[in-house]
Every structure is written in structure tokens, then in C-alpha cells.
């Protein structure tokens, strides 16, 4: 599902200064991406600067500073690389044909959802850090992605002829977003967490035409 990107009036540079070519600068990077996630889990986002992340890889600031330009660049490609990962597991999940079409909706909803509560801290450490501004274009790219690929889904899922696929995607894409970031700003508890995405699953699908 896509990123919301709140605007601010200071634009952070997020991409990467350079990408790793060589084993020696692919372990390098792997290791403050690492770091990076491991300070911001155990030590939260207060913790989090550049001089701490290079302390925990074993790494010079100046080595950091190679690749990653400040610490929005870092939570930017942690959430990059996180995002990769539950998008996988969310097609993964509607592909299954062995399972209803509500079904596979219902549990690829909930997944998000799981994955947004997973990433507060995340979220929550992006924000202070100013690394989204209006309409970056990273973001940007990345939804449109999404919801080209929910909309295939939802070709193959409706009946034939079914009206409205582009809006339908983004409906189902903007929504899902919306409400599982609401919901997880304020509680990562499971049950309240379930109980969300099962309720916006069935508002969704009720609305689309998933039965």
C-alpha cells in the first residue's frame, strides 16, 4: 500500500550520495542499514543521529556520510527496504488462488496494517526528521506502483467488464493508508489492530464488489 507524505517547508535530500558496487562498500552499507535499524528499535528515535548509527556499524561518520547525507536518508531507505519486503508478502497473499477473493483482501488489508504498526517508530522518527515534503517524488513513484498493481488485481478479481478500476485501486490504496497510519499512531495493540482492518476490509470490499 503507498506512503503518505506530509509536506514541510525544508526539503531533505533522501537519496543515497552514491550505490555500493564493490563486496567491500555492499557490507559497508549493510552494515549502517543494520545499525540504523537496530539503534532506532532499541534506543528509539531520539537516539537517532548519524554519529550514533556509525558508532553501533563500526564505521567512521565520514564513511557514513559516503553514501547517506543525513539521517532522513537513512530512515528514508529503512522504510524503502521494509516497504519492498511487505509489498512481496502482500502479493503474495492476493495471488493465492487457492483462497476466496475476500479472503485474500481481508488478510493482505490486515498484513498492512501489522506492517504500519511495526514501523511507528519509524514514522514517528521520519517525521521529526523532516524527510518528507510535498509530493516527493520517491513516494510519488512508488504508489503509482502500488496501485498499478492493485488495479490488476482487481481486473482479475471482478467480474469481467467491472467499471472504474483506476479509482477503485486508488480507494482501496488511499483508504488503507489513510486508516492504518491513524490507527497505529495511537495503539500497536493486536487485537485493536485486527479489529481495524477487518472493519475497513469489509467497508472496502462492500463498496468495490469483493463478496
Known sequence: MPRRAAATARKSPIQPRKRPRQ??????????????????????????????????????????????????????????????????????????????????????????????????????????????????????ARNAFVRSRIRYFLGEALPAGARDLDFKADLLSTTIASVAEAITDRTTDAAEIRRWSRATSEMLCRQIGIE
Open 23 to 140: 563486496v567491500r562498500s555492499l557490507k559497508t552499507t549493510r552494515a549502517i542499514l543494520e545499525a540504523a535499524a537496530r539503534v532506532l528499535r532499541e534506543e528509539g528515535p531520539a537516539s537517532f543521529n548519524t554519529n550514533r548509527v556509525a558508532e553501533v556499524a563500526g564505521v567512521s561518520v565520514g564513511s557514513l556520510y559516503q553514501y547517506y547525507p543525513n539521517k532522513a536518508a537513512l530512515l528514508f531507505q529503512l522504510d524503502v527496504l521494509d516497504s519492498k519486503v511487505v509489498w512481496e508478502e502482500i502479493e503474495t497473499l492476493l495471488s493465492d488462488e487457492r483462497r476466496p477473493v475476500r479472503k485474500r483482501v481481508d488478510a493482505a488489508i490486515h498484513r498492512f496494517f501489522e506492517s504500519e504498526a511495526a514501523e511507528a517508530p519509524t514514522r514517528g522518527a521520519l517525521r521529526r526528521a523532516e524527510a518528507f515534503f510535498e509530493h516527493p517524488p520517491q513516494i510519488e
